[in-house]
C-alpha cells in the first residue's frame, strides 16, 4: 500500500514506481548502505539512495539518471539494506516507466541512407523494437 505524501497525495512518479516494484519507497530512511556496496555506484549519477529520494519528491530527473541503466541487478542492495528494500526492482520500475512513455527515439527518415544500406535488417528491426513506442 502507497503511502500519503505531505501534500496529501502521492506524485505521480511515486505512485508507478512503487506499484511496479512492489516496494515501499517511504521506508528508505537514506542510510546510504545500498549506495556504499553497489559496485556499479563509480558509473552512476545519482546514487541508489539519492535515486529514492528523487523518487519521492517526484523529481523527472530520476528517469533520466544513468543509474538506472547501469544498475547490474546483482541484490547487494537488497541483502545490505536494513529495511529490506530491494533497490534492484525499484530500478526495474523506474527503466520500465521510461520506456512506457511511448516516445519514438529513434526516426527512420532521419537515418541516413548509407547506414541504412549498411545495416543488417534484423539489426534494424530490433532497435525500432526498443526504441520507439
Not at 112 to 122: H, R, S, V
Request: net charge negative; aromatic share 6%.
Amino acid at each position: 500500500m502507497i503511502k500519503i505524501t505531505a501534500s496529501g497525495r502521492p506524485n505521480e512518479l511515486l505512485r508507478k514506481a512503487a506499484a511496479l516494484s512492489g516496494q515501499d519507497l517511504f521506508a528508505c530512511y537514506q542510510c546510504g548502505t545500498c549506495s556504499a556496496g553497489c559496485p556499479m555506484v563509480a558509473e552512476m549519477d545519482l546514487l541508489p539512495d539519492q535515486l529514492i529520494r528523487h523518487v519521492l519528491f517526484g523529481m523527472s530527473d530520476a528517469l533520466e539518471s544513468t543509474a538506472i541503466w547501469v544498475c547490474a541487478s546483482c541484490y547487494l542492495c537488497d541483502e545490505r539494506c536494513p529495511r529490506g528494500i530491494d533497490v534492484s526492482k525499484i530500478m526495474e520500475a523506474l527503466r520500465q516507466i521510461w520506456l512506457r512513455q511511448n516516445e519514438d527515439y529513434v526516426h527512420v527518415a532521419q537515418l541516413p541512407k548509407e547506414t541504412l544500406a549498411e545495416l543488417p535488417p534484423i539489426a534494424l528491426v530490433a532497435n525500432f523494437r526498443k526504441n520507439t513506442g
